[in-house]
């Protein structure tokens, strides 16, 4: 195990597959001589040269349109669009044509690209540039879609995401890159579509993704001081979900709670929350409780950033309110 | 980092001052001695608040700010050609443009400390818009305002700044495009500074971004971005013609982005020292300086009492930042719709207990 920060384990994934596969190719704004916006790509223009390492022009339709018209000629694209929030201004290549192009020409061209993007708050970056879109990504058919929350996962399941044949939307976290953990040594490669149970507890099940499950883990150490024994599971890979580890840890504690970052209509919680509604009703000791964020635009301001993100004590005081 | 054409290769710039400050046009740009005056006092406050703004974010006071240092000609002298109705759009870099319409420095720097909710300052009283930072999305909303403008049978014009790296975007060519068609009174003025962040104009495009123009149907000027004579002369002609109803211009005012992309940015990683003390042979300040000491418009008494207010001025802006108060966590809710839906009550229980 080596200890690694988010943003250099990001680099390392990508470079163990270059490394592995001539094919892959990394595109984007500032990732060549600048190392990227938020550094997670320092070192790979020296270590691959600039035709594999390739700054473009800001220019979101060409990065993830190109991408997807050179995986059509078999190599393995890595586009980075800057920040998350940006993706709306490429939406139509990703939600229309790389989603739907294998469904559309029967099968017969697959796009195994990735798009790899910084999402999320805690910069203070305001309305434009801390958004959680996870979601939306997850709302269109043909995308797969994951999410990190370690050092590890970070290398790991972008790894994974870069050997799909799908296309798979990879959403790093901006206030993780400077997080810091254990990265197994050699070559390490997550499948897509499992879910991983961060804490064990008997009491209740709380599910997080991305920053928020640093946020759930020390909610339930509060927890435990309370008396509650709360698991904390880490979702990873929205799409494919994996609904049968979240599913087991309810049936054994009774109640489920989601913490999630996007804003409350449609996050990925709600859908989570209706499968386990369907098929685990009678599992079930009292409601499913999301703790999002509010339905608003975050704002840039200190105080109101820190208040409209789910916080621990939040996390914490909404658990105690619904278990009594 | 050396293999890439020095910034503003091919067409020369219209040019009325050289880098020394020696007429090299006719310099009877119409202003009065006043007037030109006045530029150089607006260039020499906005670059001591820039700087000022540098230290406010090192120590804390500010929280990204990004640096106009080298731009001063280019935003003074188009903005200060501005009519009183004249509307401007922006990127994050219009500083020194947002002074000279009258922006308060104070409130404008909200944006940069993070106290602002809901705008720093009232984008209609001051007649500047909203900072812009999604890289082009301006433009085609400055189309639509012109539109709306000769709508309103007004003769007022719309200018929206932009940088070489907006180009890029396909923001720019749709609005561009339809700016031509719809021959809007619009001034399309880039500011090309040689860089995007890390990468070097000469990487954004292979081309000369005044000469697109000619793909939309409307003019396109090159200008010496820090020759304020140059830019001034450039502007009105453009607001002229707009005002006259014959549509768009493209301006394309060659300048140098000294610093870096903002405090955020270490330039080094990308760009060699060289070429900016290579730029600063070009400052826009200095060579308008030596012109009006030259003809005499300005003498070395008003040089420096131009220093000695851009002193008093940064001082009191600087107060007034550090002074400027956060805004309390249940605003959150505000302004995200124009009545707040009932399902806000909860929200608001949840989130701030
Ligand atoms: C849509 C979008 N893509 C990328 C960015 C990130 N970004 C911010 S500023 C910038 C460079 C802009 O360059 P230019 O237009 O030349 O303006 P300058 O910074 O030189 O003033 C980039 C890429 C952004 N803000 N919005
Ligand atoms: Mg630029």
Redesign the pocket.
């Known amino acids: 195990m080596a200890e690694l920060t988010y943003r250099q384990a990001v680099a390392e994934g990508i470079a163990q597959e270059m490394e592995r596969d001539p094919l892959v190719f990394l595109l984007g ?2 990732v060549a001589d600048a190392g990227g ?1 938020f550094k997670a790509t320092v070192g790979l223009l020296e270590r691959f040269g600039p035709e594999r390492v390739r700054d473009t022009p ?1 220019s ?1 339709e060409a990065i993830v349109g190109a991408a997807m018209g050179a995986a059509m000629t078999g190599l393995r694209p890595i586009a980075e669009i ?2 998350s929030d ?1 993706l709306a ?1 490429c939406w139509d290549l990703i939600a229309n044509q790389i989603a739907k192009t294998r469904y559309m020409t029967n099968g017969q061209i697959s796009l195994p690209l990735v798009i790899r993007t910084a999402n999320g708050a805690g910069s203070r970056f305001g309305a434009q540039h801390s958004q959680s879109l996870e979601s939306w990504a997850m709302a269109v058919p043909g995308l797969k879609v994951v999410a990190p929350a370690t050092p590890a996962d970070a290398k790991g399941l972008l790894a994974g995401a870069i050997r799909e044949p799908d296309p798979v939307i990879v959403f790093e976290h901006k206030s993780l890159y400077a997080s810091k953990g254990e990265v197994p040594e050699g070559e390490h490669v997550e499948e897509l579509g499992r879910a991983l149970v961060r804490r064990a507890g008997e009491d209740v099940t709380i599910v997080a993704l991305a920053a928020m499950v640093p946020r759930a883990l020390d909610a339930a150490e509060r927890l435990r001081e309370e008396g509650v024994d709360a698991e904390v599971i880490d979702v990873r890979s929205l799409v494919p979900l994996d609904m049968s580890t979240i599913a087991s840890s309810v049936a054994k504690t009774s109640r489920m709670f989601t913490v999630e970052e996007n804003p409350r209509l449609c996050g990925w919680g709600a859908e989570i929350a209706s499968i386990v509604a369907e098929g685990l009703f009678d599992d079930l000791d009292g409601p499913i409780v999301r703790i999002t964020t509010p339905h608003v635009p975050l704002p840039a301001a200190d105080e109101l950033e820190d208040a409209t993100v789910p916080s621990v004590e939040r996390i914490v005081r909404a658990v105690l309110a619904a278990i009594g | 980092m050396s293999d890439v054409p020095e910034h503003g290769a091919g067409t020369e710039p219209v040019r009325i001052l050289a880098p020394d400050g020696s007429p090299v046009g006719d310099a009877d740009v119409g202003l009065s001695p006043e007037e030109l005056r006045a530029l150089l006092r607006w260039m020499v406050l906005a670059r001591r608040l820039d700087r000022e703004c540098i230290a406010l974010q090192r120590q804390g006071e500010l929280t990204v700010y ?1 640096g106009f240092e080298g731009q001063e000609a280019a935003q003074v002298g188009s903005a200060f050609a501005l009519g009183q109705l004249d509307f401007v759009w922006p ?3 219009e500083l020194a443009a947002a002074l000279v319409r009258g922006v308060d420095a104070v409130q404008y720097l909200q944006y940069h400390r993070g106290t602002w909710h809901g705008g720093p300052y009232d984008p209609r009283a001051t007649r500047f818009g909203p900072i812009c ?5 301006q433009l085609p909303h400055a189309a639509g305002y012109a539109l709306g403008q000769r709508l309103d049978g007004t003769n007022a014009v719309t200018i929206a700044y ?6 890029s ?1 396909g923001d720019f060519h749709e609005a561009a495009n339809l700016a031509g068609v719809w021959r809007l009174p619009m001034v399309l003025f880039c ?3 040689g ?3 890390s990468l070097p ?1 000469s990487e ?1 495009t292979a081309g000369e971004i005044w000469r697109r123009a000619e793909g939309y149907g409307f003019p396109g000027v090159r200008v010496d971005g820090n020759d304020v004579l140059a830019v001034h002369r450039a502007t009105e002609r453009a607001l002229e013609r707009a005002r006259r109803g014959d549509g768009p211009t493209l301006i394309e005012a060659m300048t140098y ?1 000294i610093g870096a ?1 903002s405090t955020a940015d270490d330039a080094s990683r990308y760009r060699d020292d060289a070429e900016v003390e290579h730029a600063r042979v070009t400052d826009p300040i200095m060579r308008f300086r030596n012109w009006l000491l030259a003809t005499g418009i300005a003498d070395d008494r008003f040089v420096m009492a131009c220093d000695e207010e851009a002193e008093t001025y940064a001082l009191e802006v600087r107060a007034g930042v550090i002074a400027t108060p956060a805004p309390p966590a249940d605003w959150m809710f505000d302004w995200v719709y124009a009545a707040p839906p009932s399902s806000f009550e909860r929200q608001r229980a949840e989130a701030l207990g």
């Open positions: 704004e500032d916006a800001i979101e800057m920040f940006f201004t | 990004p990127t994050f870099r930072i999604p890289i082009a999305t932009f940088g070489d790296g907006s180009t975007e500011q090309n500074n860089w995007a962040i104009s954004q982005r992309h």
